[in-house]
């Protein structure tokens, strides 16, 4: 791993929602809002790219503690931004805080993401 990934380190990645992001596990008659697994995948995905710049060859990032809240509706269609900064650095674990915003400016969601790198061989058993 690369020493420079150290708290305060950020990303941020924007992508526009899409009806296969909805809620819709809840039925047909779901209206087309933004689901919480759907966020959860865009702030993991913003701190695997983030982590990807920094990780040796035959290393990676595995989550393995997600804490968020999902604080406002945003409906199908609509930009979302994710922003993730690492707030602490223990050896090979990282942990982020974590944002999320509309393109309305509405925050949606917060919390913390933690990671721990990983040897892509040990860890698939090869």
């Not at 035959?58 to 409906?75: K, W």
């Not at 609509?78 to 999320?100: H, I, L, M, N």
């Not at 917060?110 to 698939?124: C, K, L, Y």
Request: aromatic content about 4%; charged content about 20%; some cysteine.
């Amino acid at each position: 791993m690369k020493p420079d990934l150290n708290p305060g380190v950020s990303e941020e990645q924007t992508i526009t929602t899409t009806p296969d992001m909805g809620i819709s596990h809840l039925g047909p008659t779901a209206p087309p809002m933004y689901s919480t697994p759907s966020m959860v995948a865009l702030i993991e995905a913003t701190c695997v790219g983030l982590m990807t710049r920094y990780v040796d060859e035959g290393e990676q990032s595995v989550g393995f503690h997600i804490d968020v809240r999902h604080l406002a509706p945003t409906q199908i269609g609509q930009q979302v931004t994710a922003k993730v900064t690492v707030s602490a650095v223990d050896g090979r674990r990282y942990k982020f805080d974590v944002e999320c915003t509309n393109e309305d400016g509405v925050k949606i969601g917060d919390g913390i993401h933690e990671r721990a790198v990983i040897d892509i061989a040990r860890f698939g058993g090869q």
